[in-house]
C-alpha cells in the first residue's frame, strides 16, 4: 500500500491520545506553535498530561488552553513566566499547587529531547552547573571545568508546526518555524504535523528539513495560526 | 555628572564589537547594541530561536509571522543568514560557536558569577530561557546593567544574593556610569563618567573596586533614552 500519512481533521489525527500521555509542543519565539492540534487536544479531554514546551504559557500559543481546563498534572520547560503582572494560567495553577514543574535551561531541555530521539540515556553538560536548576543532580569534571549530567527526554506524543508535507511525512518549515520541532518529532512515539499546505508530489530531496519517518500523521490546516 | 541612559550604555558596549564576531543579544537594553554597531563593523547576530543572522526589525508592512527573534520581535536577515533549529542553535552556544553574549543582570560577583534569570518574585514562575546556557559557554560574557538597584543598593557584589545563572563568566561590564572589567584580581574599572571620583564608585559598589592605571572617562553620544 503506497505510504500517505494526511488525516482528514485534528479529531482524526488525536483519536488514540490517552490519559497520561506525555506531549511535546513546539513553538518558540511567536513562530512555530501548532494551535490547531492544541485546541484539538483540549476537546479531545485526554487528562493528567505532562507537557514539554519551551514556554508554559505564551502569547502566541493555546497551551492555556490545556491548563485553563485543568489537563495538565505537570509542566517541563525553560519559562514559566508570563510578562504580564497577571499570573498566567500556568501561574495560578502553580501558585496554587496544582501543577508540577521542571524548569531546565533551553539548550538542555532541547538537548535532553534530542538525546530521547537519538537513543542517548544521558549526557553531561556544563550549563546550570553552581545554579539550583541542577541541585542534585550528578557533577563529573572533565577536563578544566565541571558539567552535569541530564537525562533524556522522550514523550507519548509531539505536536509540531511545518510549512509544507508530502503524504510520506517529509517537512518542509518557514524561517524561524522549526525551533523544537524537528527534535520533538524524534522523540516521540507518536509524531503529528500540522502544514500549512501538503504538496501533492513528494518534496525534493534536497529542501526535506524534517524526513517523514519522524512523522506519523499530517493534517493540513491552510494559514491558520 | 550625567549618568549614560540606557541607549548610551549600549551605545558603549556596541563600540567594543569587533569585525567578523558572532554575537548574541540579551532581551532588554541589549537588543539595542544592534543599532549602534560602528560603520564597517560587520558581524553575525545570532539568536537562540536559530537564526543567525538577525537583521534589524521588519517594518510593519514587511513583518512575517514566522520570521522572529527569540524575543518574538518580527525581524529580517543580514545578508549571508541561515536558519536552524533549537538543537543546533543551542549547540553552536555551547560548543563555543558564539564570541560574545551581551546580557542584562540584576547582580555581578567580583568572580564573575552572574544573577540575572529569577529575581524571586512572589507568585510568578520561573524563567531560564537560554541565559544559563549563553552565559555557561559564549566565548566571553558582557553585562550592561545600572551600577545600581532603584533603591540604591549595589549590584557589583563581593557575592551574587539572587540565584546563579552561571558561575565566573562574566568578563566585562557596562553600567551607567563606568566600565569594568572582571579579572582573577576582581573588579577593575576601566572608564568612569566625569564627576564621579574614585571614593565615590567605591561608595556604590559593593566589592572592591581597583582603578586601571590608564582609566579613562566614559563617554558616549547623546542619544534619546529607550522606553
Redesign the interface.
Known sequence: MPIDKRVNSAAEALNDVSDGATVLISG?????FPNVLIRALREHGAKDLTLVV?S?TH??SLTHELLDAGLVRKVIC?????HQKE??A??KL??AGKIE?T??????M??C??AGGAGIAAFY?????????TKGKEVRRFGERDYVLEQAISGDLALIRA?TADRYGNLTF??????????MATAAKLAIAEVRAVEDDPIDHKRVQLPGIYIDRILAVGDV? | MTPLNRRQMAWRAAQDIRDGMVVNLGMGMPVHVADYVPDGVDLFIH?????VGAGPLAAAERA?????????R?ITLRPGAA?????W???M??GGHIDVTILGAFEVAKNG?LANWDMR?P???????????LA??ARAVWVIMEHNTRSGGPRLLDACNL?????KCVRRIYTDVAVIEVTPAGFVVREVIDGLDQAQLQKRSGAPLTFANDCRPLIAPELADAE
Request: aromatic residues 8%; charged residues 20%.
Open positions: 518558540f519565539g511567536g513562530a512555530g519551551n508554559a502569547r502566541f525553560s519559562a514559566a513566566r508570563g499570573p498566567t500556568f501561574e502553580w501558585v514543574l524548569c531546565l535551561p533551553q539548550g538542555t532541547t538537548e529531547i534530542r553538560t556544563p550549563v546550570g552547573f553552581g545554579t539550583e536548576l510549512d518557514r524561517y524561524a518555524q522549526a525551533n523544537f520541532g524537528p527534535v495560526r | 539568536s537562540e530561536n536559530g537564526v512575517d509571522p514566522d520570521l522572529v527573534d527569540a524575543s518574538s518580527r536558519i536552524v533549529d533549537s538543537s542553535s543551542f549547540a552556544i555551547r558569577d518574585l507568585n510568578k514562575g520561573p524563567l531560564v530561557g537560554g541565559a544559563m546556557d555557561a559557554c540565584p546563579l545563572t552561571a558561575v
